[in-house]
């Protein structure tokens, strides 16, 4: 889809109903609901975060999706792939200006060139303890990204037609926090397998966007 059709068809998305945890639970891994009940407790004290969906037009004025792979480091969300954001800082205002600015800081978009269009389900994230916001925004330009090089290992551009294709739904095997190995779904997208909140949170943006047509 062109970003000129986009625009047209995102005036609709104000409006429309977020389907939160039927989207998100559709990507959960299958001991999500467990992990939640064995860390109920922990969600009172949770840090926050902000993070953003940011649509763009690339160069041929196709719509697409910009997503980070985090650089590998000791911690529980080493080399994978999220959106731009982070935590909450004294600093900003709200979880909005939190998503917006880590946008910049991580791939360089500029603050003023950014547009939030709608607020999203919050996700927790029981291994790292965040509750996390995230934000569905747009671009009007065709962003010159800059990564963050200590924390971004590189940037990685999906066109909205690859992302919803319905074909990149795959399962991946990962290892729970008891040392047992199970399949959990998965988006593979430009060649990375996306899983955990990350898909959680682009499933319900999928959901939102098939509504649109």
């Known amino acids: 889809m062109n970003f000129d059709e986009f625009l047209k068809s995102l005036l609709k998305i104000k409006n429309i109903q977020l389907p939160a945890e039927a989207s998100q639970f559709k990507m959960a891994p299958p001991f999500r609901k467990e992990l939640l009940k064995q860390t ?8 926050q975060a902000g993070v953003l969906a940011l649509f763009y037009p690339n160069s041929n004025n196709i719509t697409t ?19 731009p954001g982070g935590k909450l800082e004294h600093s ?18 500029p603050i003023s ?8 389900s919050q996700v927790y994230i029981p291994p790292s303890n965040f509750y996390v916001q995230p934000f569905l925004g747009i671009s009007s330009l065709t ?8 924390e971004v290992e590189s940037i990685i551009e999906v066109s909205l037609q690859h992302f919803l294709d319905e074909n990149i739904i795959v399962k991946k095997t990962v290892k729970t926090s008891y040392n047992v190995e199970v399949e959990v779904p998965a988006f593979k997208l430009n ?23």
């Open 92 to 109: 900003d205002a709200s979880l909005k200006h939190t998503a917006i600015r880590e946008t910049f800081e991580e791939i360089g978009v």
């Open 143 to 150: 962003p010159n990204f800059i990564k963050q090089d200590d």
């Open 113 to 120: 060139s950014i547009e939030i269009i709608k607020t999203l």
């Open 191 to 213: 060649g990375h397998v996306v899983w955990g909140a990350t898909a959680m949170m682009l499933s319900e943006i999928k959901d939102l966007i098939k509504q649109l047509n």
């Open 40 to 47: 109920e407790n922990n969600i009172k004290t949770a840090k």
């Open 65 to 83: 999706l910009v997503l980070i792979l985090r650089k590998t480091y000791k911690g529980v969300h080493s080399a994978q792939v999220a959106f």
